[in-house]
């Protein structure tokens, strides 16, 4: 057993081939289609092929090319790509009922205009003037029909009222009985209703009937469609028939006058459409029309599939029990016909899609699969082979191809089913099996989309292992970091309240006059040299850290001050051995800061902040090298109150200046942005620090009048530039403290604010850091849920310094995440820097996130930076803070103005 692996696909019939692609095989319009499609194939005698693109956002695959003479498509189920190379292949190519602008595409369609002024004009002659229309305008047939009806309103001089239209959501049942309700609830006038949908029409009719409003007694009714539901409900709709046949019959017709040598028309084909008089529109018996005709496919279908309910009970019967090779049990269910089917798996490598069948069955031999069938790679284009073991394609033929899609639009793989285009089948058995094609595909689709799930999760689930290993531990030592310590100190807090704790903060002495005397490599490997120090000499109980940069955190079990520092001095003893590193003989020294817990802190943050404080006391004595926080350190008590006074008066008189720091896209070179920083110049105090007078705003809660005053300032001048240069787009980033994000009201009030001003929501970017995040996260995202409603993006700043950043990643509604300059200062040297900023950029762009790295400083970082995929870049290598003057000259340069 073995598939033909012949090269050369072209296929050996004298017959023309025709491709149709169609969203789906079944249901009462592309039911009709299919049916129709292999009804006038074969008096054609023209090979089919059909093409199920339901699955595809936009389907592109060219499954069988070299067999296809023609292409027709349905609707707009193929994508103009892949009609463009039908068309450079020599394809020739139709559609029904959607225009390709720019291709040569002839197209067809159902004359939906003419079709309603039937249905209209039928009404008007029944003696109405009242008629209403009911239908979802969101449509695009519908909204044809919808002007068709106001300009029967304007050739009948009838002037439609406002309540006469009743705009559903769906096209179906509910759509109709919700147009029901909308029409007591008027207590309307109409005495006629025109449908968009016979779905529509049944559904108004049934909701009617439960208020004691009849069809046509007190409302006439007519609708589109003529659907099996529609001809057997009571009362019979009058509806309007597409002439789905005739148009099938006519596009084939055109299609092969093209394939013979026709030239290209420009001008759409359109068919009439046919009212069909029945009940509901009150019609005398006299008018009503006979649409019995037996030949037609319509007809067929609705006599058949209307006596056969078990078929439809079989069908999901064999896929759920059997699956692809429950085609060979097929034929006598649904009494087709079926040559042979194959199932082939699409990999991607070279850039080319090759498919290799790996499942094939024929009627009256045994199922093919896996080492049975020759491992041949077929293109696309060759799809299906011409030869299965020893079964070729009839001839004429009809073929049937189900694309499985994958993620992104992909193919996963394809089954064909090969029948004789003459086959004894009926309408409505060839219907029926169609129906159950539709069902495979979804099935088979299902199945490929779980396994895809489940290597989606286990690559997510080792790549989160690997960030949270990186988030946790410090890639150049191997030793806890940051965050991990700060949650043992936390949970040390909130699980053993009250047990005494020592938190060591440890800074070495001569670590950058190293770095920088002798290199990065020689800094690194000091830092490692440290480390194992510090591990030998850490007991079972204890936690090492390393905060960044040269600083390390102990959190030990002691409980007194000198079981403190004899462990200290212990660790400076250890750090102290020298050690060689490419024939260097190296030493450092170590200054040790000690907090204990609960005596000086009753929070991770307070704990190291006494430790950093008793550290630095300990750097200014030459004579001493570990020492304890004690509370007389605090001197600068009265500093603090001083700043906040000043601070309080700068703000009301406004005194505060702000500065802008331009952000840039690395790629093109262009400012992307600007983020406002706030500056004070104090006349007492000179210059502060944004990091002292910020912490004493928090502190003192003048955060909020703070980012008032910087917020209306910043929005003030983006109004001023946006003006100056309409034609370009310049985002302000505004930054947000916690005290703010959690104030009640904020958003109201700080949305107020900026409209005032007249700012533009769509070009202003709310930065929070993730401490405003953790407060209270819930809280947190209903605010920022807020400012994103009326049009504000949302960046998280500082990215990786916190203890929570993985799982805000995945909880906050963000467009940007800024990286912390700390992961960025080392990155062109650092080979731990790039780990980490690789796998946040990752993640990021995982979660449809922008990343701006924050702190670049060299042209070295801006290449390394981009090598990784960040999108944006801000740091003193392009720009410092501006003030407003010296910004407003960037401006003119980049935009051209001078």
Partial sequence: MYFNADSNIQP???????????????????????????????????????????GFEDYSHPLAFDHLDGLFTILDSASPQLLQLAIEKGIKVMSLGYTYSGLEVETICSDQKQGIEAAFNHLVKLGHRKIGFCGNLAVKDIQIRFKAYQERCEYWAINAQSDWIFAVEEATLPGGRDAGRQFVARNSDCSAIICAT??????????????????????????????????????????????????????????????????YQVNEIVIPQQLIVRDSCGSPQNEKCSYDN??????????DLANRPEAVHESFFNLAQHGFHSLLNLPSVYEVSLKWASFALNYHANGQDNLYVTQGCAMGEEALHGKDIAQHAFSLAQYPPNKLYNYTLPDPYLITLLPIPEESNGLCGVVAVVDDLHSSSSAS??????????????????????????????????????????????????????????????????????????????????????????????????????????RRVSRRNDMLARLGGDEFLFFCDVSTDSEALLLANRILAEVEIPFLFKGLELTTQGSIGIAFYPQDGATADDLIKKADIAM???????SVNAMLYDCSMDSDVQLQATLEQLLRQAIENEDLSVHFQPQYNPYTGKIYGVESLARWYSPTLGHISPVTFIAVAEESGLI????????????????????????????LSINVSPGQLMRPYFADDYIGLILQEGGNPKNIIIEITETAAITDLEQCVAVLNKFIDVGFEIALDDFGTGYSSLSLLKQLPLKYVKIDRSFIMDIDTDQSS????????????????????EGVETPAQIERVKELGCNLIQGYVYSRPLPVEELDLLLQREYNQI
């Avoid at 009937?209 to 046509?216: D, E, F, L």
């Avoid at 037996?294 to 006599?303: A, E, G, P, T």
């Avoid at 949650?487 to 950058?512: G, N, S, T, W």
Wanted: proline share 2%.
């Fill in 12 to 54: 050996s019939h004298s017959s023309m081939t025709i491709g149709v692609v169609v969203p789906l095989l079944s249901g009462f319009y592309l039911g009709e289609i299919t049916s129709s499609l292999r009804l006038i194939a074969q008096q054609k005698g023209v090979n089919l092929i059909l093409i199920r693109s339901g």
């Fill in 198 to 263: 016979d779905y529509n029409a049944v559904g108004l009719i049934e909701q009617l009937k439960t208020v004691n409003i009849s069809a046509p007694e007190q409302l006439a009714v007519v609708s589109v469609d003529n659907t099996l539901l529609g001809a057997r409900f009571a009362p019979a709709l009058t509806t309007i028939d597409q002439q789905l046949e005739h148009l099938v019959d006519r596009a084939l017709s055109r299609l092969i006058e093209r394939i013979e040598g026709g030239a």
């Fill in 294 to 303: 037996i030949n037609n496919v319509r007809q067929q279908l609705l006599d």
């Fill in 429 to 534: 058995g060839y219907s029926m099996f169609n129906n159950y094609l539709d069902m495979l595909s979804l099935f088979i689709e299902r199945d490929a989309l779980i396994e895809s799930v489940k290597l989606r999760e286990k690559k997510a689930k080792d790549m989160a292992t690997k960030i949270r290993h990186l988030a946790y531990y410090d890639t150049l030592t191997g030793i806890p970091n940051r965050i991990m310590v700060k949650e043992q100190l936390e949970r040390h807090i909130q699980q053993r309240p009250r047990v005494p704790h020592a938190v060591m903060l440890m800074d070495l002495d001569r670590f950058k006059f190293v770095n920088d005397t002798y290199g990065h490599d020689v800094g690194d490997a000091l830092l490692q040299h440290v480390s194992a120090a510090l």
């Fill in 616 to 622: 630095y006391r300990a750097k200014r004595h030459s």
């Fill in 704 to 731: 909020y009048k703070l980012g008032e005053l910087v917020t209306r300032k910043s929005v003030r001048e983006h109004v001023r530039w946006s003006a100056m240069y309409p034609n370009h787009i310049l985002k």
């Fill in 834 to 853: 790039n780990d980490i900023v690789r796998s946040i950029v990752m993640m990021c762009h995982s979660f449809g996130y922008c990343t701006l790295a």
